[in-house]
């Protein structure tokens, strides 16, 4: 979300932001004096989120967070659905689309069909119908919640916040002057710190700088993620196999806020790139999807985001769905702390879900 950089824009974003600040700040201190209430579940919770608008890569580490848990637990992954055509509480299932539930969700219910996907507004709600209504018939071991930050009507016992390298929190301001959602000071609430998409090129001396500026209290613990590219896929069936890239040309369409690390990417396999920017989660018109059929590279590529809205359109033009691949990311832990990430997360869980059961055995006991 980019601001117009003019004098007066700056001059009358000011006061907004000084109101938005108080009314920010009035809603929190509801929430700590427990006049608005934040719900405590026995089960373990997971929430991922940031303070900052714009992209800070929560997908790709809510992924990370569902990759280290499902494999052991039952997981369900609980999300507002953000441009979805729906209302109210859906769960994902094999006839959902990105039109019901959201593009990010419908990305994960397609690469983790293990999870539980859920969609709802009222994350509590979602959390109470899935107790309630265990899947597969057994109950939720951990929930994840995506861009839950703000939302404190559920107190998570683990709270992850993101910070994006290329944004710095001192250098930035209460909306709509600034980024910012939230004063810096409610970082606080934080346990995972992660500052997201830390560029090749970045030094010791630069996570120390960075480091210095956080200035985290003992209870919060600090990581640094990168992105890192996998190969490209086949977006369809009729995707034809890759060959010969290097000489090739490639079309690069997105309907994300930033494209130039992946075109530097892109650039080292193909012999040039073109770009072509959407809106974030822009619906494909016919018109758009013609457009990109008619384009004359030998390669199509976009992101997983963007191709699970395109799964949801019926007639994608087949000279595109030959032509067209995804570009997969996952985030990758630095300096060697990966298996202590994960070790947190499992621990966690595991204290947490054997509490839970506990007891659950003796609730049913007594009664």
Known sequence: MKKPNNFLFRLLSLPASWLYGLAVGLRNWMFDQNLLKSEKYRIPIIAVGNITVGGTGKTPHVEFVLRTLSPMWNTAMISRGYKRLTKGLVV?????????????????HRKFPDVTVVVDANRRHAIEYLLSNPPKNRPVDAFVLDDAYQHRYV???INILLIDYNRPLHEDHLLPHGQLREPIANTA????VIVTKCPKTATPIDYRIITKRLNLPPYQSLFFSQIHYLPLLPAFDSTLPLSHTEDEEA???TGIETQADMVDHLQSLFARVRTL?????HNFSAEDLQSLADSPESY???TEKDVSRLYAIKDVPTSLKERLYILPIEIKILDGREEQLKKHLLDYVKKNTTNNRI???KITFRS
């Open 92 to 108: 994902a299932s094999d006839d959902t689309d990105a039109s019901a539930i959201g593009d990010e969700p419908m990305q994960i």
């Open 155 to 157: 107190e998570p016992g």
């Open 189 to 192: 609430r934080a346990n995972i």
């Open 251 to 253: 079309l690069l369409f």
């Open 277 to 281: 920017p959407f809106e974030d989660h």
């Open 300 to 302: 199509i590529i976009t």
């Open 359 to 361: 007891s659950q055995t």
